[in-house]
T-cell receptor, first 115, second 110 residues
Framework: DVKVTQSSRYLVKRTGEKVFLECVQD?????MFWYRQDPGLGLRLIYFSYDVKMKEKGDIPEGYSVSREKKERFSLILESASTNQTSMYLC??????????????FGPGTRLTVL | SQQGEEDPQALSIQEGENATMNCSYK?????LQWYRQNSGRGLVHLIL?????REKHSGRLRVTLDTSKKSSSLLITASRAADTASYFCATASGTYKYIFGTGTRLKVLA
């Protein structure tokens, strides 16, 4: 059974803290993604990675960075958490494939609250 | 801005009825996908339709794609209470990237 796991389901942090969100997939997928989901705004892409140590900015990268040292792991980092980063964070992975547009497999999400 | 926009935003039906939700998008696409999200969980892939396809079936799901109108519809037949969820369309945009809509919240009443 294919799986994408995220390190925490719920997380509460203080403003200014450095926050790490971890995502691990066991499907040997090349592509990995971080989204945030907010009511009325749907899913917005923060960063994605198509290979180890490779990353591309998504639509809302400001205030975030990522790390992909191993193929199976993609980390999202909030350098200095702010209240407007309170959100649901979703990690996903997909095969690269010939078309590059394959289905994405999602983790269960991390609901982050920044106080 | 969101490329995929689902319509309606919310839908409430009785068990056994069919549910139809629509998705409109703005630019040309490689494929369009539909996902389901149960409350507070991750998304689950339902079906993918390529730009050269017009209709696709998977179990109780039927998806249509009209590239001339830049729209797609998802039909769930004989709905069940377990179909209660939010449904999102996602369009491929650029390399490796998808753009998700804001979703349709479906409630199936037993």
């Amino acid at each position: 059974d294919v799986k994408v796991t995220q390190s925490s389901r719920y997380l509460v942090k203080r403003t200014g803290e450095k926050v790490f969100l971890e995502c691990v997939q066991d499907m040997d997928h090349e592509n990995m993604f971080w989204y945030r989901q907010d009511p009325g705004l749907g899913l917005r892409l923060i960063y994605f990675s198509y290979d180890v140590k490779m990353k591309e900015k998504g639509d809302i990268p400001e205030g975030y960075s990522v790390s992909r040292e191993k193929k199976e792991r993609f980390s999202l980092i909030l350098e200095s958490a702010s209240t407007n980063q309170t959100s649901m964070y979703l990690c996903a992975s997909s095969l690269q494939g010939a078309s590059s547009y394959n289905e994405q497999f999602f983790g269960p999400g991390t609901r982050l609250t920044v106080l | 801005s969101q490329q995929g926009e689902e319509d309606p935003q919310a839908l409430s039906i009785q068990e056994g009825e069919n549910a139809t939700m629509n998705c409109s998008y703005k630019t040309s696409i490689n494929n369009l996908q539909w996902y389901r999200q149960n409350s507070g969980r991750g998304l689950v892939h339902l079906i993918l339709i390529r730009s050269n396809e017009r209709e696709k079936h998977s179990g109780r799901l039927r998806v249509t794609l009209d590239t001339s109108k830049k729209s797609s519809s998802l039909l769930i037949t004989a709905s069940r209470a377990a179909d209660t969820a939010s449904y999102f369309c996602a369009t491929a945009s650029g390399t490796y990237k998808y753009i998700f809509g804001t979703g349709t919240r479906l409630k199936v009443l037993a």
